[in-house]
């Protein structure tokens, strides 16, 4: 049997507006769209041109460090636009999309454990789903040329409100199952799974039977328990000139659609939660669906912020936008821009903290309804201890930040900035006094690396 970790040092942000489990089926969008910036470091090449006819799975970019890294169209139809930033950056492929009946490029079927490593891999990027396997260090799509010395799939997700993946592999439990022999075959046996230990309704050892018990680890604590890089940190640690893949488990499932099904069938299961949402529960889409099909009618106020993700790593979006590459989770909270009277120093019950400032420390399992006010501005950057309270990874935290900041290569390495991506310091920013920006000091950071090495 695998390893039992106990995760000691962390925070679990008990917030309002968690999804039921119940689950409503989006019809596709009239525009559908692919959006490059989804993907770190990749340059964008077009191949295809506004008029074209295009089919699910068809290429519609490649990478230019990379060609043979190519980004498909998750519906048929016709591409209706490019939609270009500042120096002509390509910001989205958008597509009339054929909303009845979607038309499928053709891939070989098979059974992922009968095939050798080369096979799987020429599948997996020939459909576009290798952009769903990403390496440790950097936080990066990975390169098939690459051998990892593992690929890691956590199996929960412990950020606030943070999706059920035990209720989303429950809903397609042969592909998940057909997804993890394929990542089983890339990883020459080295595939680890991380589970919750000891939670009703989450995935068990039973759902994951294909992968040998010894390679299955057990986690108890709070977030970021959930974190793929914690755990790697626990059973695996990455050092100087290794490497890991990792693979988040609704993309899992995609990859076992490839072989189970013969075709790049990018619909995924989402949660839509947050204290402004009416009926927070779960949805079923395509990639690349129009945000307003999800939002419009299910929300309680015009005045709040959407966030692709959680409220500690998402990102900031609208109704005008479009369902990311990666998106497994849509917040709708509150925005913060309201003045408060007396700010911190009014005491009370209703205001969160990992401290003692407030009485709220005496209910523990207050659910809370936040908004995204900051409650100050940015302030000198000090060691005060706070970090290595909610991170459970046995680094120095603030010490590799200003490392980052003043560039020092040999510092970062000897600090453990091989082993880190920003979502791993989301709960440093987030209890940070001195609100520095932590998660994209740390991207800088993982960047400059990747340059310079």
Avoid at 31 to 37: G, L, N, R, S
Avoid at 212 to 239: E, L, S, T
Avoid at 356 to 384: C, K, Q
Avoid at 417 to 440: G, H, M, P, R, W
């Amino acid at each position: 049997m695998g390893k039992t970790i106990n995760i000691r040092r962390g925070f679990d942000i008990k917030l309002k507006g968690a999804a039921d489990k119940t689950i409503s089926e989006l019809p596709t969008s009239d525009v559908v769209a692919v959006k490059p910036p989804d993907f770190t470091g990749v340059v964008p090449k077009l191949l295809v041109n506004p008029g074209d006819d295009v089919v699910a799975g068809q290429p519609l970019f490649f990478d230019k460090n990379r060609p043979n890294l190519r980004f498909p169209s998750p519906v048929s139809g016709e591409v209706a636009e490019v939609v270009r930033g500042a120096k002509r950056r390509i910001l989205e492929v958008r597509i009339l999309a054929d909303r009845k009946d979607i038309r499928y490029k053709e891939f070989p079927k098979a059974d992922p454990a009968s095939l050798d490593r080369a096979k799987v891999i020429e599948q997996l990027v020939d459909s576009g789903c290798w952009q769903y396997i990403r390496q440790r260090p950097y936080s990066i799509i990975a390169d098939p040329v690459d051998m990892p010395k593992a690929v890691f799939v956590s199996c929960f997700d412990s950020a606030p409100m943070a999706p059920d993946m035990g209720y989303v592999v429950n809903l397609d439990k042969e592909n998940f199952q057909a997804g993890l022999q394929a990542l089983n075959v890339l990883a020459n046996g080295q595939l680890h799974v991380g589970v919750r230990d000891g939670a009703d309704g989450q995935v068990s050892d039973s759902d994951i039977a294909v992968v040998p018990a010894d390679r299955i680890h057990h986690f108890r604590g709070p977030h970021p328990a959930g974190n793929v890089g914690v755990q790697i940190h626990h059973v695996n640690p990455i050092k100087k000139d290794e490497m890991v893949w990792t693979v988040n488990i609704q993309d899992v499932i995609i990859i076992g659609r490839l072989f189970r099904e013969g075709r790049f069938r990018a619909d995924r299961v989402f949660a839509l939660t947050g204290s402004c949402v009416n009926e927070p529960q779960y949805f079923q889409a395509v990639t690349g669906q129009r945000m307003s099909t999800v939002l419009n009618g299910r929300l309680n106020s015009d005045h709040c912020r959407v966030i692709q993700g959680n409220v500690l790593t998402g990102k900031k979006s609208s109704s005008d936008d479009f369902l990311s590459f990666y998106t497994n989770q849509i917040t709708v909270i509150p925005e913060g821009d309201q003045p408060e009277f007396f700010g911190w120093l009014l005491p009370g019950f209703k205001k969160l903290s990992l401290s003692r400032t407030f009485f709220s420390w005496l209910a523990p399992n207050r659910v809370y309804d936040l908004d995204t006010n900051m409650h100050g501005e940015e302030r000198a950057f000090v060691i005060s201890g706070q970090y290595d309270r909610v991170l459970p990874m046995n680094i120095y935290p603030v010490y590799l930040l200003k490392a980052i900041l003043a560039r020092d290569i040999e510092r970062m390495e000897q600090l453990g900035i091989y082993e880190v991506a920003e979502e791993d310091f989301a709960l440093c920013e987030f209890v940070c006094t001195s609100k520095i920006n932590v998660q994209e000091i740390v991207a800088e950071g993982l960047a400059y690396m990747q340059t310079e090495g």
